[in-house]
């Protein structure tokens, strides 16, 4: 079965614990809050912050963090977080049982991934944690 180029993509963030929602997003959360628009993109997108606090269980800061420290492009995703966190008004990680789980699961992807190890086994069972492929 092959799937849409899109769900290939959020999946391999989301196993990065890199929820794809933030790029780009805190930055245009502060900007909107610069211009004062952002009750009306509170306005048109009624769940916003509970879809930032959901993908925010799926955050692994610590990984993100290391990325960065490698490939400085990640540091502009560090800082939709920072501004995210900001927003919300709260720390983003995990916090129920199951986004703990899928965090010590990306901790080992990061390590597999470090050691030019493969991950594969791993994709399916974070999948099920986050009830979706991407």
């Known amino acids: ?11 391999a963030l ?17 900007y909107a809050m610069r211009v004062g628009k952002i009750r009306l993109l ?3 997108y009624v769940n916003l912050k509970n879809d930032l606090l959901r993908a925010g269980g799926f955050l692994n800061k610590d990984g993100l963090k290391k990325l960065a ?4 492009a990640w540091n502009g995703v560090l800082e ?3 501004e ?5 008004g709260k ?3 995990p916090k129920t049982k199951e986004e703990k789980e899928h965090s010590a699961i990306v901790d080992t992807i990061h390590e597999r991934l470090e050691a030019k190890q493969s991950i594969e086994r791993y994709l399916p ?7 979706s492929v991407g």
């Open 14 to 30: 989301y196993s990065l614990g890199i929820p794809p929602e933030f790029i780009g997003t805190g930055r245009g959360i502060r």
């Open 84 to 88: 995210i966190e900001q927003y919300l």
């Open 69 to 72: 420290e490698k490939f400085p």
């Open 80 to 82: 939709d977080v920072y």
């Open 42 to 44: 509170e306005k048109y």
């Open 1 to 11: 079965m092959k799937l849409p180029r899109a769900i290939g993509f959020t999946g």
């Open 125 to 131: 069972a974070l999948a099920k944690l986050r009830k």
């Open 91 to 93: 720390k983003l990680g």
